[in-house]
């Protein structure tokens, strides 16, 4: 082991230990990152948290940097050098130390705060960081992510974009955002126009036809769909049962796939 990164690390652990108590440990929630997004009022991106049983639902607004290295991290994108996060992660694990969890521990004056849990040499320690950083590293790291009960209960209300009818929703199974110039930029988009997939349902008719997380959609039945509600239009016009053909960018190229449209019941 290099005596200069061990020196790095320590630095970074020279926290006191942490001493979890039960009921602290009752409290909190593991959470899954939802989906990044941008605040239609303030422009800033936002990353949600989201809980797997109670759906409680924690949007974080944070910078453009941060938004972007948790979206390469959700898609799956890899950078040819490490970036910031990357660096934190090689340190740790260079100097064999295990990140346990990230917590986001508390909501105070507009401002939400998370530590992250370091196992190093038989030890735990706390480490104060801020949330955005937190769930990045804890994606690259694949370290799960977990909200405190006060957090819950203050969390601050989702930003309100036109957001897509409950029936896109209930037949497609995705959930859908109007691709602003703001969002192309988190994502680093090529394109500016379509609808961005913001998430997708396991099982779902959009699952199994192979539409993914980060997917632009550019066209429904031959239809141009420049916002949510054009896709809705397409969708309320067309016959049931049928097939919904759609047409996505992906990375750079377009393809068409078709989605089932059940009866209506």
Not at 58 to 72: K, T
Request: aromatic share 4%; no cysteine.
């Amino acid at each position: 082991m290099h005596k200069g990164l061990f020196a790095i690390a320590s630095l970074m652990l020279s926290s006191l230990p942490l001493d979890l108590g039960a009921s602290q440990e009752n409290a909190q929630v593991e959470m899954r990152v939802k989906q990044v997004t941008v605040d239609p009022y303030s422009k800033s991106p936002v990353v949600i948290l989201e809980g797997p049983q109670n759906k409680d639902l924690i949007p974080i607004w944070i910078g453009v940097s941060e938004a972007r290295s948790i979206a390469m991290e959700l898609e799956h994108v890899a950078t040819p050098r490490p970036l910031t996060h990357d660096l934190i992660r090689n340190i740790l694990q260079g100097v064999g130390a295990t990140l346990y969890r990230v917590t986001i521990t508390d909501l105070r004056n507009n401002t939400y705060f998370a530590t992250l849990t370091v196992k190093l040499k038989g030890q735990d320690f706390q480490i104060d960081s801020r949330p955005s950083d937190a769930i990045a590293v804890a994606l690259k790291m694949k370290a799960p992510i977990y909200a405190s009960g006060q957090v819950l209960a203050k969390a601050k209300q989702l930003p309100s974009p036109e957001m897509p009818r409950d029936d896109i929703k209930k037949i497609l199974g995705i959930h859908l955002q109007n691709l602003t110039a703001e969002l192309a930029g988190v994502f680093e988009l090529q394109t500016k126009r379509g609808v961005l997939v913001a998430d997708v349902e396991l099982g779902s008719p959009a699952s199994q036809a192979g539409i993914q997380r980060g997917d632009i959609i550019l066209r429904a039945n031959d239809r141009p769909i420049h916002k949510v509600g054009d896709l809705d239009t397409v969708i309320q016009a067309a016959k049931k049962p049928s097939q919904l053909k759609v047409q996505v960018w992906r990375k750079g190229r377009t393809f068409t796939v078709a989605l089932d449209l059940p009866a209506e019941s």
